[in-house]
């Protein structure tokens, strides 16, 4: 009988074309975006996330803005495959399994003032693009120089078969609010955004992409440094104390996002596209924090007091020099495995953690396939 059933469930999922779930086996992972998904590009060009980043997981600060692994770090685990280590750094990098292209502060679309001005990464997703083409040649030619390439470089048929992951697109929603513009400003910019998003993701496509893993942006409006850099609008809040507007209008960056990546689908056949949902998985932390393992969602774990726990001149890991004694003022919390945010603006390992194994078997995906699935489209 369970064999009989089982033997009918086959046929009807070969009659649907539904992709059983053999997984994709992807041997690298290309990864473009911003300080949700930045493991160590930052750090390499601009200075060193300072402890206690990395204290929970690493040990020691590892290039990520929390305590531990990032999301995208749960994703090359769950693949079998090394962690990712940035394309800008020099130093002990093995890009046999992937690289990675994001910074914390990137955009999608350029800003116009220096890091130093804005706080924004230049890598933004225009300039990542230039990277990954000139890792695509480069990476070849060095190759072929035989030696220790071989053993660093990925051979040229990976870049079709590996998984190219995204998460972009909170900076380009701040650096509008953190430049005084109104939500109306904010919201007509969005159409020029997916237009690059758009261009962008077509050009890694023509570089030999064809498996898009994207997710979408999520509740800013739940994060400290929102809530405490733009107070007027952040006044108005939802029933569990986010900016109700900020999340408002990432959910409209989302739904355009959403949109867009449909439209890529039609333009990109040969192509699989995976829209994630990540903002429902990060909302879910601040709005039902006990049944998850988590308290005080609002309140960041790294930082230096006020109602958040967040200040922008002190941030996680800042010191101040006292009797030629650097003393830290921006501590951790004592148990960052129940926080979910942990320095104002970014996630804790356990919150990320949380985000993959939520995301991880499809649930929030569209089409719902399983990330280990994800280069293969459902056609129903
Ligand atoms: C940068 O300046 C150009 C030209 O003035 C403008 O069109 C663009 O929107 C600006 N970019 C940002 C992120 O403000
Ligand atoms: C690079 O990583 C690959 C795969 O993990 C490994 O086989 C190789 O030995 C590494 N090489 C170096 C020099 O780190
Ligand atoms: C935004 O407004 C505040 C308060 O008026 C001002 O101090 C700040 O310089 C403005 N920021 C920008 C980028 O214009
Ligand atoms: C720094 O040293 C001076 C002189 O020894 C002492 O009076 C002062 O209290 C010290 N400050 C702190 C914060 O330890």
């Not at 393992?293 to 726990?309: A, D, I, Q, R, T």
Request: charged letters at 15%.
């Amino acid at each position: 009988m369970a064999s009989y059933q089982a033997l009918l469930t086959l046929t009807i999922l070969l009659l649907l074309n539904v992709p059983l779930a053999t997984p994709c086996n992807f041997p690298a992972i290309f990864n473009f975006g911003d300080s949700n998904s930045d493991t160590g590009g930052l750090s390499a060009a601009f200075g060193a996330a300072p402890p206690p980043n990395g204290e929970t997981f690493f040990k020691r600060p590892a290039g990520r803005y929390s305590d531990g692994r990032l999301v995208i770090d749960f994703i090359a685990n769950s693949l079998g495959l090394p962690y990712l280590n940035a394309y800008l750094d020099s130093i002990g990098t093995n890009f046999s399994h992937g690289a990675n292209f994001a910074t914390a502060g990137s955009t999608i679309r350029r800003e116009n003032r220096t890091l130093f001005q804005s706080g924004y990464s230049p890598f933004s997703l225009d300039v990542q693009t230039w990277q990954f083409n000139q890792f695509t040649s480069r990476s070849q030619y060095a190759y072929e120089k035989g030696g220790v390439y071989k053993e660093i470089l990925p051979t040229q048929d990976i870049y079709s078969k590996a998984l190219y992951t995204f998460d972009i697109g909170q900076n380009d929603l701040t650096s509008g609010y953190f430049s005084n513009m109104t939500t109306r400003e904010v919201i007509d910019y969005l159409p020029d955004l997916m237009q690059r998003f758009t261009n962008l993701v077509q050009a890694i496509y023509d570089l030999g992409a064809r498996n898009f893993w994207i997710h979408n942006t999520g509740p800013i409006g739940c994060l400290p440094y929102v809530l405490v850099r733009v107070p007027t609008i952040a006044a108005k809040k939802d029933q569990i104390g986010c900016g109700k507007v900020f999340n408002e209008v990432a959910q409209l960056f989302n739904a355009k996002l959403k949109e867009t990546v449909g439209q890529l689908r039609k333009e990109l056949p040969s192509a699989t596209l995976i829209y994630v949902d990540v903002y429902s998985v990060k909302y879910e932390m601040f709005k039902n924090p006990g049944k998850h393992g988590f308290e005080n969602p609002l309140v960041s774990c790294c930082g230096h007091g006020g109602k958040y726990n967040y200040d922008v001149n002190v941030g996680c890991g800042a010191t101040i020099r006292v009797n030629n004694t650097d003393i830290l003022l921006g501590k951790s919390c004592p148990d960052p495995l129940k926080k979910v945010c942990w320095d104002g603006i970014h996630y804790t390992e356990a919150a990320n953690r949380f985000i993959f194994e939520q995301i991880a078997d499809g649930k929030y995906s569209d089409p719902p396939v399983p990330l280990n699935s994800a280069c293969k489209s459902l056609q129903l």
